[in-house]
């Protein structure tokens, strides 16, 4: 079964290889995130996200409050590299959400009965069984891959200047961070694997080591001078297009 919606701002991609999955899950599955939109996004001015920004909402709902409390983790963890609370801007947790409700969304399937499935959210991927083959483009060529990966019940995430520019703030300085290129993380869940890179991303040169050092994290990177910076248990296949130094 296969399924494809716009949900967040890009496209989400379901694929369960399992005989007679039922669609009611795979439409819970986007209703769901659909929801999280709805309820999360800083662009909507009715969202529980803006609202609480505003003022208007006195304590967060349980969901939103995980999520802050995660994004709170990284902003101490990271010396405040990475904060959604950037002067001059309203909170913005979408570093946190997307990553967190695709992996909600995954375990909604699991629970459902699905045992071999992909999820695909804007190039970022929670695989189940497998395993599963996960491109990971090069920096600055839409059409090349630096490097492709044989995931098995686990999740990557590539934070990345080529889609939206410099729109990744170190929150140090409040200036852009433009130390890397690329950054992707492989990790047991997309919540850390989406929210690690883009706090690595945030921190330049140096999160590739913050983030290598973490728990069940693996990382690939290609810095500003084009070298690549990869941890040794990286689960990735070299290619020609891999960019040099």
């Not at 296969?2 to 999955?21: K, L, N, T, W, Y």
């Not at 703030?169 to 992707?184: E, H, K, N």
């Not at 330049?204 to 069940?216: K, Q, T, Y």
Request: charged share 25%; net charge negative.
């Amino acid at each position: 079964m296969r399924r494809v919606e716009h949900v967040m701002g890009f496209p989400v991609s379901a694929r369960i290889d399992d005989e007679g999955f039922p669609e009611a899950a795979v439409d819970g599955l986007f209703v769901w995130l659909h929801e999280v939109d709805a309820r999360f996004s800083p662009f909507r001015p009715d969202s529980e996200v803006s609202r609480l920004d505003r003022g208007e909402v006195s304590e967060p709902s349980p969901a939103l409050r995980e999520v802050l409390d995660l994004c709170e983790e990284y902003r101490v963890a990271t010396g405040g590299a990475f904060d959604v609370r950037l002067p001059g801007r309203g909170l913005d947790p979408c570093a946190v959400v997307k990553g967190w409700s695709v992996q909600k969304g995954a375990e909604l399937l699991a629970a459902a009965g699905a045992r071999r499935f992909c999820l695909n959210a804007g190039g970022d991927v929670v695989a189940a069984g497998g395993p599963w083959r996960v491109g990971v483009r090069h920096p600055e060529h839409a059409d090349r891959l630096c490097t492709v990966l044989n995931l098995t019940d686990r999740a990557v995430a590539t934070s990345a200047r080529y889609e939206r520019g410099d729109h990744i703030i170190d929150g140090r300085t409040g200036s852009p961070a433009t130390g890397l290129l690329s950054l992707t993380v492989v990790a047991p869940t997309l919540t850390e694997a989406d929210t690690v890179a883009t706090a690595a991303f945030a921190m330049g040169a140096e999160g590739v080591a913050w983030a290598a050092a973490r728990e069940n994290c693996e990382v690939f990177a290609v810095d500003a001078g084009r070298r690549v910076l990869r941890s040794p248990g990286f689960p990735g296949e070299r290619t020609a297009t891999q960019p040099t130094g």
